[in-house]
Structures are given as C-alpha cells and as structure tokens.
C-alpha cells in the first residue's frame, strides 16, 4: 500500500473534517464544499487522518509540503549519529613509542564519540602471562579516562584479552563541535586570507636559504 495521502479527486468520502490553510477547524463540510475550497484557495485538499470519522483533511501546496518533508528527512539522517566501534590491537610487551601511536589513536576515536575495542594479542609463551595483559588495559584505560570510560572490562577470548570503553562524549556532541571547529576555521581563514600564503612563501624561503649551507657541506 502507498504511504503517500489521498488528495484531492482520490478522497472518496461524503464528507470531511476540514482544516484551513492556517489551521484552523473549519468544521465538518460535504466533500464537493472543500474541492471547490481548495480550487478558491489554489491549495491541494490533503486526507491528514484517514481513519477519524469523518476523515480529517486539510487545505495546503502539496508539492511544497513534499519537498519540505524531505529536505528535514535529508537533514535528520545527516545530522544522525552511528555509533562506531574501533578497534586497536595491542601486543602485551608493546615499545613506548608504538604505546603512544596506538593511545593517540585510542584518544582520537574517543573524541569522535566512537567506542574502542582493545585487543591484546598473546603468543607462544605471552599466554602464560595474562597479567602482562590486563595491565597494560587497566594503563591505557587510566591514560584516557578523561575521554572513555571502561564498558566492558577485560575478559580472556582465546589467545586474546579484550576491553571495550566508551567516550564520555555522545556523537551527537562529538559531531556538532567538529562541525563548530570547522566553521571557525573557515571564518579563520576567511578573516586571514594572506596567513597561509604568507607561512608558503616563508617556508619557500627557509629551503631557499638551506640549499646554499648543504652545497657548501658537500664542498
């Protein structure tokens, strides 16, 4: 069945409760008196509520009430918010260095309102060592709960230990401060044309001024 209302010649009743183009209740009228309303009105005769008895119709520009729909349909699902989950994997004797590559990215998902799956990946003799395990979880868990909290603690899956937190942060908001961050770069840059180009031309200038330095090294 359409979801579409029936308009005009397709209501087939004797008669309907009618609304004016502004909303008011004109009350209840036999249906050749609101056609013939709609044609004064250069409107569309709208059945609201089939099922009231008598039906519930109203005067109004279809086409416009389509197209408006629509578009606040179009801007919902932009504006909607999909909860994500990431994942990071981690081995349980992992470097500083890559520690704080992984968290870097374990703070940036938690930002974005994302959720992030940590998992420990054990081998050979590490699955002897699950405690290896579950503090490095409890470490980064601390290194971010300004962001994240942890939904999920840690639980032994097989050769793996896995965490999952949660951001502080709901996406909806996460997404509104991205789009506000956005907007004031662009403003920024709007305000400063020249910043930019002015930063090229002095890095331009830098590289300029080292190339001499380097030919006169291989001298």
């Keep these: 069945m359409s979801a579409e209302p029936r308009i005009n010649d397709r209501i087939r009743v004797p008669e309907v409760r009618l609304v004016g183009p502004s ?17 004064e009105y250069d409107l569309d005769l709208v059945e609201v509520a089939a099922n009231a008895r008598p039906p519930v119709c109203k005067l109004m520009d279809y086409g416009k009430f389509k197209y408006e729909s629509a578009m606040k349909a179009r ?51 590490e699955q002897s060592r699950p405690e290896l395990g579950y503090r490095l979880l409890q470490r980064l868990a601390e290194d971010v709960q300004d962001l994240g909290f942890v939904e999920s603690n840690p639980k032994q899956d097989g050769r793996n230990m896995i965490m999952v937190l949660g951001p502080h942060k709901k996406k909806t908001e996460a997404m509104a401060e991205a789009r506000q961050a956005q907007e004031a770069r662009k403003a ?15 890095g331009g200038d830098a590289e300029i001024a080292e190339a001499p330095a380097e030919a006169a090294a291989e001298a």
């Excluded at 909303?23 to 044609?39: F, S």
């Excluded at 920024?188 to 002095?202: C, F, I, R, T, V």
Aim: net charge positive; no cysteine; proline share 5%.
């Design 188 to 202: 920024e840059a709007k305000a400063n044309p020249g910043k930019s180009q002015n930063a090229a031309e002095a």
């Design 23 to 39: 909303g008011e209740q004109v009350g209840i009228v036999p249906l050749a008196k609101a056609l013939e309303l709609a044609q």
């Design 75 to 125: 801007e919902a699902r932009k504006n909607q918010a999909h909860t994500v989950i990431k994942e990071m994997k981690l081995r349980p004797k992992i470097d500083p260095h890559d520690y704080d590559t992984k968290k870097g990215h374990v703070v940036r998902f938690l930002k974005q309102g994302d959720k992030v799956k940590i998992t420990i990946m054990f081998r050979g003799r």
